[in-house]
């Protein structure tokens, strides 16, 4: 157990600044660009709901509705 702290303290001392600053970069990097895509990801999804929607046939949209023809017959 005291070798495994030993080891993690001089990985930790060998590693310099320069080293640790661009690999926190790099993770920061890579957040950024992950949340890129999925922004991306949620754009394309909206995009085709939206056109699927506009493509939607009169009798798919009439089926979707809630309203009852019923209740405005006179």
Do not use: C, P
Not at 19 to 33: D, H
Not at 54 to 65: C, G, P, R, T
């Amino acid at each position: 157990m005291k070798k495994a702290n030993q080891d993690q303290a001089k990985l930790k001392d060998g590693i310099n600044e320069d080293l640790k600053k661009q690999l926190l970069q790099m993770k920061q990097n890579l957040a950024a660009e992950t949340e890129k895509r999925e922004e991306q990801k949620r754009q394309d999804l909206l995009q085709q709901q939206k056109e699927k929607e506009k493509n939607k046939s009169f009798s798919e949209l009439l089926d979707e509705s809630h309203l009852d023809w019923r209740k405005y017959k006179s």
